[in-house]
């Protein structure tokens, strides 16, 4: 699954839910693939308005790419600056988690992400 999608992913636990450490779930032994893909300069634009930045931030530092500036960049900033439409393009798009874990903050609750698709099945104790 691509590191976009971490963005808009939280702990399937009912008593997770009005929890703000359920969101992001935290990477663990996660492996990412790399796919050279054309850089989109017009979906990052968009995408962008529809990111939780802190998350995202988060997210990014925990797979060790470079930190985040602490504000998302206004439109006008990205269109205009290569590197960091660049960067968030090999982050948002390129890459791909394909085996690990996803780790809920507030229950410790792992989903195995295997061939780049998380499990949300949860046991049926926490449903
Ligand atoms: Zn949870």
Aim: aromatic share 4%; charged share 20%.
């Amino acid at each position: 699954m691509k590191v976009l999608t971490l963005n808009f992913l939280t702990c399937a636990v009912k008593t997770c839910k009005a929890s703000s450490d359920s969101f992001p779930l935290h990477p663990k032994d996660a492996e990412l693939v790399h796919d050279d893909l054309e850089i989109n300069p017009q979906l990052l634009v968009n995408v962008l308005p529809r990111l939780d930045w802190t998350a995202l931030r988060t997210t990014s530092t925990e797979l060790g790419f470079p930190e985040l500036p602490e504000q998302p960049p206004s439109a006008e900033t990205l269109e205009a600056d290569e590197a960091m439409l660049k960067e968030l393009h090999n982050l948002l798009v390129e890459t791909q988690m394909m085996e690990g874990k996803l780790v809920c903050g507030h229950c410790g609750h792992e989903y195995a992400v295997r061939e780049g698709i998380a499990n949300f099945l949860l046991p049926s104790h926490l449903v």
